[in-house]
């Protein structure tokens, strides 16, 4: 065996034992779906706690607006809750915007707080934590700027926090809103669906464990304080923070029934601008948090480390060796001898990830449809495959800022 | 013959014993009659040597190529012969050489001193003399009492043997005989004028032919004369001859030729191109399969040189092995090559040794007349092929071709064609080829020989024979499986690992896809139950 063999064989396995690991989540992920449905939606009992809702916003006069009045609509006691709109350091009209927003709901908790370059400006969890600071909520929510929740998202979370002393977080789902805008979006929206179906439902039902998603989720106020608010070197503060609640045994429940429509990227150019942050943040979260796996203590989390590494280092990897040693297989210089798969595996294989995914649509209204299907066959030689150069760049970012010891930069995704 | 004394020492033996005693020794008889090498022995007799000397190319006129044509024929009459320009004759040549061919192209030759050497040369040796276009010597002339004019500016046409009025390369004045003593061959005629004179005379080992021009009839009509000139006395046949055959040839077509040319009666020969590479693939295998039923179905099988390029250059040192390999193949198969096919061009400019390291295996050739002419100036002919055929192509002489059974040909000729693109061009040559009048012959029915270092492969009186035991001629085209490892199966490290988790993979998945069959038939249930009601 030639050392490209030995390479070849650890990619190869990598990739079959993360296959496996996702059939186990798929149906892990649906069992958690047929447990909802067999559930009632969960019920706020006794007086609702007040909650703070926090939405960052950078240069998103676009959008904000009808996210604000879609948070000024919730379906939870006005008196019990207040919107804190972070207006960071943005250069359009976002403030004079909020201004007329805020003087038209003066009887509301809506307060706005503009930052610039020396007070703000530094991204996400920076904007979260000058939030903090003003907040006086007992729970904390989070939603993105360009989000418009379902008017009972937030009961349902609190409803779901509150009943269970043991969660320190509870997440809701998200959709996308532009699902129909481009080929791209519709990917995406099959994408989320999937992601949360499979990633955080099945991982929620095997281990108890999910990740924050960004947006539509409740927090305990004293979890934040305990953790001295967000990592504003963290690009992926959600994931961050997560790994830091799971190290203080609380779980992150993902409750489906609040949901929250948020704007996806149309085109390939914003979307891998943003999928490559979001991939140079979890590879800071990793590097982060690996100590954890050898800690007796948080042998809980182990699975999500081990998830992650394995997604952004060992299958990344691999399929960049396997990948490269096929090309230079083929030039001729490189010799493979290693016995290979049989084309019935591979097609099976191909089968399963069609299959797989469409039963993560099936829960959703709108979304079992013919087409979707043929849309994640072309998914997966088309943005499956792009997955990997976002992965790459990410990993390539990450580590040319380690070297320069650069800051990392957060940057907006695009509105339209 | 044998048998009669053996059974006049029987008759003390019970007839039953005899009766056995006779099966045994014919049966002996019977094969050591066949099992007897049949290889033909080479001609003891060393081949001719002559001489061609040239004035000129007489490029651009109506004699353009001449040089070359002499020179192919005398190729095909088995002769060694060495091409030079006159003007590079020493003093004395002339005493290596039985045979010497003039070609008097230039009209006013000039008077270089290498001339007169050869002029005395020739005076002194008194050589068999052929000598071609203008100015015959005064010294031949007179013994043939020669008489020559200059014809008009108008084509003339050729009769000769089976040829009537066949046309003689471009309307140029030219000289011809208007009288003389010695044997006449065929008849010029320029039909304008009404004149008429012979091709070529000879008298005495003195030839003379003023008209020779390239082209099929008028090297015909030299060949009558050649045969005669050299003292041969052997006849020839017409052969049909098809070419351009290919293993990516419609094979279909190549067979529904063979058997529609079998049916009509008309013995053929296919001129296969070698293929040195990937003979073991079925692609090939079928190919062979199709040439063995050709071969059964009263055709022969000429094997071509391969082609050889300026670009690829004459790869010398392979090319004998790989035409070996090639043949050895075809006899394998139960295919006897008979003879190489080849461009002239490329046997007598016999560039890095050609002839003798690719052609050497074959006493039978089949020399096509080259498309551009190559204006060669020196060559020397040593790989010599007793058994040639003169090649014409077919439809340059077919319509000149008459009905005169009795007219013999002078030479094997190779009637050649390129094969067919389509059915409708088989069937519409046929159709011409059983109206016409040639007569074709099965070139198996002469002797001839191909040798390699493994295979002797001869035929004799139609029989086809390799290594000396006859080969039966098994008429049915065998099926040769597409199931082939055309790249031969690398080892493999870890296979038994990977079969396993092959194994293991495809039931794990088999057993995930059944449990998401579970999960969208309870998916869609749900669905319509929920978002459908």
Redesign the interface.
């Known amino acids: ?1 030639t050392i490209a ?1 030995v390479l070849m ?1 650890i990619a190869v396995f990598c990739i ?1 034992t993360l296959l ?1 690991v996702n ?1 186990v989540l ?2 892990a992920g ?1 069992l958690y779906y ?1 447990d909802c ?1 067999a559930t009632p939606e969960p019920v706020l009992s006794g007086e609702a706690p007040f909650v703070s809702i926090m939405v960052p916003a950078h240069n998103e006069g676009m959008v904000i607006i009808p996210t604000v009045e879609s948070l000024l609509a919730l379906d939870y006691p006005r008196d019990r809750y207040e919107i804190i709109v972070i207006n960071d350091n943005s250069s359009d009209q976002s403030a004079a915007l909020l201004a007329s927003l805020q003087s038209r709901h003066s009887e509301r908790n809506l307060i706005v707080i503009n930052t610039d370059a020396v007070t703000g400006g530094k991204g996400k969890s920076n904007a979260l934590n000058i939030g903090f600071e003003r907040s006086r909520g007992e729970l904390i929510a989070i939603y993105d700027a360009d989000n418009t929740p379902e008017r009972k998202a937030l009961r349902y979370l609190v409803a779901e926090l509150m009943r269970d002393e043991g969660l320190g977080v509870v997440i809701g789902k998200f959709r996308t809103r532009n699902r129909d805008a481009s080929l791209l979006t519709r990917f995406i929206n099959i994408e989320t669906l999937s992601f949360q179906w499979m990633a955080q439902a099945g991982r929620w039902k095997l281990f108890k464990l999910c990740t924050i998603p960004g947006t539509n989720f409740v927090m305990r106020r004293s979890i934040v304080t305990k953790l001295g608010g967000w990592d504003v070197k963290a690009l992926a503060e959600d994931t961050e923070i997560s790994f830091r609640i799971y190290q203080m045994g609380y779980r992150i429940k993902f409750q489906p029934k609040s949901v929250t429509w948020e704007q996806e990227p149309q085109t390939v150019k914003v979307w891998f601008k943003q999928r490559t942050r979001w991939a140079k943040g979890n590879i800071y979260v990793i590097v982060k948090n690996i100590p954890m796996i050898f800690r007796r203590r948080t042998k809980v989390v182990r699975f999500d480390i081990i998830y992650l590494l394995s997604i952004y280092f060992l299958l990344l990897t691999s399929l960049i060796m396997s990948d490269i040693l096929l090309v230079l297989h083929a030039m001729g210089l490189v010799h493979t ?6 084309s ?2 591979w097609t ?2 191909v ?2 990830f069609i ?2 995914t ?2 993560t649509l ?2 959703e ?2 979304e ?1 449809s013919l087409s979707n299907l043929w849309q994640i066959a072309l998914m997966y030689v088309t943005y499956c495959q792009l997955w990997m150069a976002v992965a790459a760049y990410g990993m390539f970012a990450y580590f040319k800022d380690l070297l320069y010891k650069r800051e990392a930069k957060w940057y907006k995704t695009e509105r339209y | 013959m044998r048998r009669r004394p053996l059974n006049q020492a029987v008759p003390k033996l019970k007839p039953s014993m005899t009766r056995l005693l006779i099966l045994v020794i014919s049966f002996c008889t019977a094969a050591s009659v066949t099992l007897q090498p049949h290889v033909i022995q080479a001609e003891e007799q060393p081949p001719r040597r002559v001489l061609l000397l040239f004035d000129s190319l007489a490029i651009g006129t109506a004699r353009e190529g001449n040089v070359e044509a002499m020179l192919r024929l005398l190729a095909v009459k088995g002769l060694q012969a060495k091409l030079q320009r006159v003007d590079e004759y020493r003093e004395g040549q002339l005493a290596e050489y039985r045979g010497l061919v003039f070609m008097a192209n230039n009209p006013k030759p000039d008077g270089s001193n290498a001339r007169h050497l050869y002029a005395e040369d020739l005076l002194r040796y008194g050589l068999p003399y052929l000598h071609a276009g203008y100015d015959l010597p005064s010294a031949f002339a007179e013994r043939l009492r020669l008489r020559t004019a200059l014809s008009e500016a108008e084509q003339a046409q050729v009769t000769i043997g089976p040829l009537e009025g066949a046309p003689l390369g471009e309307a140029e004045r030219m000289p011809y005989i208007s009288d003389s003593q010695g044997t006449p061959y065929g008849s010029v005629a320029w039909p304008s004028s009404g004149k008429q004179a012979p091709f070529a005379v000879l008298e005495q080992g003195i030839a003379y032919a003023p008209v020779f021009v390239a082209g099929a009839a008028s090297e015909l009509a030299m060949a009558y004369m050649l045969k005669d000139w050299l003292g041969d006395s052997r006849t020839g046949s017409a052969h049909l001859l098809l070419k351009e055959i290919y293993p990516f040839t419609d094979l279909a077509l190549l067979q529904a030729t063979a058997d529609a040319l079998y049916d009509a009666g008309l013995p053929f020969i296919y001129s296969v191109r070698p293929v040195f590479a990937n003979t073991d693939f079925p692609a090939m295998r079928r190919y062979l399969e199709v040439l063995k039923y050709a071969q059964s179905r009263n055709g022969t099988i000429f094997a071509e040189a391969p082609v050889v390029s300026g670009a690829a250059g004459i790869q010398t040192s392979p090319i004998k092995e790989k035409m070996a390999g090639f043949l050895n193949l075809l006899a394998e198969s139960s295919i006897v090559p008979l003879g190489v096919g080849a461009d002239a061009g490329l046997y007598l400019r016999n560039e890095g040794q050609f002839a003798e390291e690719g052609m050497a295996f074959f006493r039978s050739s089949a020399l096509y007349p080259d498309s551009d002419a190559f204006y060669l100036e020196q060559a020397e002919l040593n790989t010599t092929f007793p058994e040639s055929m003169l090649c014409v192509r077919w439809d340059e002489l077919e319509p000149y071709w008459k009905d005169r059974s009795s007219a013999t040909l002078p030479v094997d000729v190779a009637m050649y064609a390129d094969f067919f693109t389509d059915a409708a061009g088989m069937e519409s040559a046929l159709r011409r080829w059983k109206s016409d009048w040639i007569v074709f012959a099965d070139f198996k029915k002469g002797r001839h020989l191909t040798r390699t270092e493994a295979y002797s492969l001869e035929s004799s009186q139609g029989t086809l024979a390799i290594n000396g035991s006859p080969i039966g001629l098994n008429d049915a085209v065998r099926a040769v499986s597409a199931d082939y490892a055309y790249r031969e199966e ?6 038994r ?3 396993v ?2 194994y293991v ?2 039931t ?3 057993f ?2 059944i ?3 579970v ?2 038939l ?3 249930r ?2 319509r139950r ?2 459908m009601k």
């Not at chain 1, 001898?337 to 049989?342: D, E, H, K, P, Q």
């Not at chain 2, 690398?490 to 296979?495: P, Q, T």
């Open positions: 065996m063999d064989v079959w496996l059939i798929i149906i649906y047929m449905e001898t290693i016995a290979g798969f049989s019935l595996l099976l294989a089968v399963l299959v797989g469409f039963i099936t829960t209204k709108g079992l | 690398e080892r493999k490290s870890l296979e690992l990977f079969t988790q092959n993979y495809v794990v998945i088999c995930s896809l449990v998401f069959g999960f969208l309870i998916g869609v749900l669905y929920k978002f």
